[in-house]
């Protein structure tokens, strides 16, 4: 067992020590083992580091989006390079396996060289006038400091979503990740610094809520962007509401898969077994529902529950394995309660036994579990567990499965698995989505294109591609008109 990699945060360009309580990360599949471990700031070094991102912000917002843009993507290679090293870290500090994890940092280095070729695509727009003799330009000008408060479950990706768009269009960063993935934050922000960003653009700020807090409730921060529970988002949008503060917060999911008779099964079962178990369904946009029409249910069902039962279930940095443990004891706790419920509600378990001993007990494993329910078991149905559960629902028809689709308050993502041209397009205009899949799993996101859920989902304007720009910019609408030429 290697010796705890030693955690900083890294305030106005120089990595500090914290001065509050002690932080550390464990591996979830070997709870004895400490990944990482330090302080947390306090309150004191986060305010230092809201007050660091206040003094950068002019000269940051001044540099050009050419030179901006330029440090972003050297980060990009600095990030790509590290990805075999980083990905296991990443695989060791969260849960998901190895092969998603060097996925996941590889990801974060795509979103730099995205966002870092993109940010002197545009600055602005140009329209006619009605009166002679005028233009009328917008102009777009970072926001200035964000705050940037990121979940576990994409430790190094969600936080390249949410800080390379706001460096990218001028901004300046604090940022508080999870405090179960303080490694690939440090990580990230090592990028960036040796990459060339300069001191107090980027702020890490390593701790729990009370740092959020001091976020939330300092007037150096202008506009705070956040990913996470929809209680917490819920709390924060209400806080951000009063101080007049614009927030992006992206919440829950609970995504249905509809598998309509026709689709190409195989392919169906494949997609759907990625959207509900990989990342161990801790993803805001895991496949948490499916609906599969009663033609095929009986053979579908089986075919998942086949595969679901034969999972190889282990070590994230095992060869071969395909699921790993969720995050911590609580998240084992709940899901597991959810479970419980769900079968009190009536629901029947189709796959997904209790570890009782063995690895997989003492690791916070959960078994890929299949439930099908006879009609709407509240919990399981309404409520996000976050972990590697799936409940199944039964429709007659094509207009019943939609319905059951958009039974939720959430409406983050959805797929659809058919090869009718006529049902997709009833598809999209029938459920209330963000992101609709056409022979795909629900989860994964572009940075080039809108990311965001409709319904409660999500709150305030939605990530990535050009609305990325929306919310990290504002605009100035420029009346531009000469005088009489005199030369
Ligand atoms: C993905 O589907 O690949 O927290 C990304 C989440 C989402 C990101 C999903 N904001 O799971």
């Known amino acids: 067992m290697s010796s705890p990699i030693q955690l900083y945060s890294f305030i106005d360009g120089e990595w500090a020590q914290g001065a509050g309580d002690a932080i550390e990360s464990r591996n979830p599949a070997r709870p004895a083992e400490v990944v990482a471990a330090g302080r947390q700031a306090d309150i004191a070094q986060a305010e230092s580091a809201i007050d660091a991102a206040r003094r950068a912000k002019q000269t940051w917002a001044a540099t ?45 280095a795509q979103i730099l060289r ?49 800080i390379v768009p706001a460096l990218a269009y001028g901004n300046t960063v604090v940022w508080k990740p999870a405090s179960t993935v303080p490694l690939l934050a440090m990580r990230l922000a090592a990028a960036l610094a040796e990459a060339g960003l300069p001191g107090g653009v980027l702020n890490l700020v390593l701790g729990g809520s009370a740092v959020g807090n001091a976020m939330l409730s300092h007037d150096g921060i202008d506009a705070i962007t956040f990913t996470g529970s929809t209680g917490v988002g819920r709390k924060l949008a209400a806080a951000a509401a009063v101080r007049g503060v614009p927030i992006q917060a992206e919440m829950g999911g609970k995504n249905a898969a509809i598998v309509l008779g026709d689709a190409d099964l195989e392919l169906a079962a494949e997609q759907v077994m990625l959207g509900a178990f990989r990342s161990s369904g801790q993803k805001c946009t895991a496949t948490s529902r499916l609906i599969v029409t009663a033609d ?72 890929p579990t299949i439930l099908e329910l006879s009609s709407g ?50 598809a999209m205009d029938a459920l209330d989505v963000g992101i609709l899949h056409v022979n795909s799993e629900t989860a994964g996101a572009d940075p080039h294109v809108p990311f965001g859920g409709a319904k409660k989902s999500g709150y305030g304007p939605k990530e990535q591609g050009q609305a990325a720009r929306e919310f990290f910019t504002h605009t100035t609408t420029v009346y531009l008109r000469g005088g009489e030429a005199k030369l």
Not at 130 to 156: D, Q, S, W, Y
Not at 382 to 408: I, K, M, Q
């Open 296 to 367: 095929i249910a009986d053979d579908f069902i089986a075919e998942l529950v086949k595969r679901a039962a034969t999972m190889n279930v282990g070590d994230p940095l095992d060869d071969g394995i395909e699921m790993g443990p969720v995050i911590d004891a609580s998240a084992r706790e709940s899901i597991t309660a959810g479970i419980e419920q769900a079968l009190a509600d009536g629901a029947q378990r189709m796959c997904g036994q209790t570890y009782t001993d063995g690895a997989l007990a003492s690791g916070y494993f959960v078994a």
């Open 114 to 162: 995205y966002y870092g070729n993109d940010a002197d695509r545009q600055a602005g727009e140009m329209f006619s006038s009605p009166r002679r003799g005028e233009r009328i330009l917008v102009t777009r000008k970072p926001v200035g400091v964000v705050g940037v408060i990121t979940p576990f479950n994409f430790p190094i990706a969600i936080p390249a979503w949410k």
């Open 377 to 426: 078991e509240p919990h399981v149905w309404r409520e996000e567990l976050f972990g590697p559960v799936l409940a199944v629902r039964r429709a007659n028809t094509v207009d019943e499965a939609f319905d059951l689709a958009n039974d939720s308050e959430f409406g983050l993502s959805a797929a659809i698995f058919t090869q009718d041209l006529t049902r997709t397009m009833e």
């Open 64 to 108: 050009p989006a050419h030179e901006r843009g330029a440090i972003l993507v050297r980060a990009a290679a600095i990030v790509d390079g590290a990805a075999a090293q980083w990905g296991r870290e990443l695989a060791r500090e969260e849960g998901k396996t190895a092969a998603e994890g060097v996925g996941e940092v590889k990801r974060a």
